[in-house]
């Protein structure tokens, strides 16, 4: 199944170089639809939040940001009602270090990073390709039986355990699409 995973700010000029005769997706929040939907700022409602019995979010990116924890600042429920795409992130530069993501709202734990992208940002992203994004998802599956796909993100970083860059959802999707979902992930919901 030939789906690729490139930079949005690549020029057209340059994937169509790269990939001569590929379809070029945008899947980040600046998408077309159906495509936004399969960005992790989109929202879907609805969406469990891992470790929070009965507790729902709006979207995956909601969950990320209001389970961080700050130097200066806990948890921010508020961040899972946020039905825009804007608004959502929490920074290092307003609330100081990162110290963890807390394994649920009301939780004691605080997971490193790596475990919180595993137990946290999956699970979420996941339940949101099975339940909310299935046909994107069999779009992507059909082209790319006929044809190269290249799926554009603002990172291109599929390996979770490389914290030294922001995970790409679309390297994420590129996975789920052809049957790789990363091991030692949990389910959400």
């Known amino acids: 199944m030939p789906i ?11 994937l ?13 929040s600046r998408a077309p639809e159906p495509w936004v939907r399969l960005s992790p700022f989109f929202p879907h409602g609805g ?8 507790v729902t979010s709006q979207s995956v990116e909601g969950i990320w940001q209001a389970l961080k924890v700050f130097g ?7 961040k899972l009602a946020v ?5 959502l992130k929490r920074t290092v530069r307003r609330y100081g270090p990162v110290l963890g ?10 997971l490193p990073y790596e475990t919180a992208r595993r137990l946290v940002y999956l699970p979420s992203y996941r339940w949101v390709l099975e339940h ?16 190269d796909v290249v799926l554009l993100d603002y990172t291109t970083n599929g390996d979770v355990a490389d914290p030294g860059s922001p995970l790409s959802h ?6 789920w699409i052809e049957g790789r979902w990363p091991a030692g992930t949990a389910t959400a919901g």
């Open 170 to 175: 679309a390297a994420l999707l590129r996975l």
């Open 132 to 147: 909310r994004a299935a046909d994107p998802v069999e779009r992507l599956r059909r082209a790319g039986e006929t044809g």
């Open 83 to 87: 039905t825009g795409m804007r608004g």
């Open 4 to 14: 690729h995973v490139a930079s949005r700010r690549r020029s057209p000029a340059s």
């Open 72 to 78: 200066t600042a806990d948890v921010d429920p508020s």
């Open 47 to 54: 969406i469990p939040v891992p470790y929070s019995e009965g």
């Open 101 to 110: 993501h807390r394994a649920g709202l009301t939780g004691t734990e605080l």
């Open 16 to 28: 169509a170089a790269a990939y001569p005769g590929a379809e070029i997706v945008d899947v980040t």
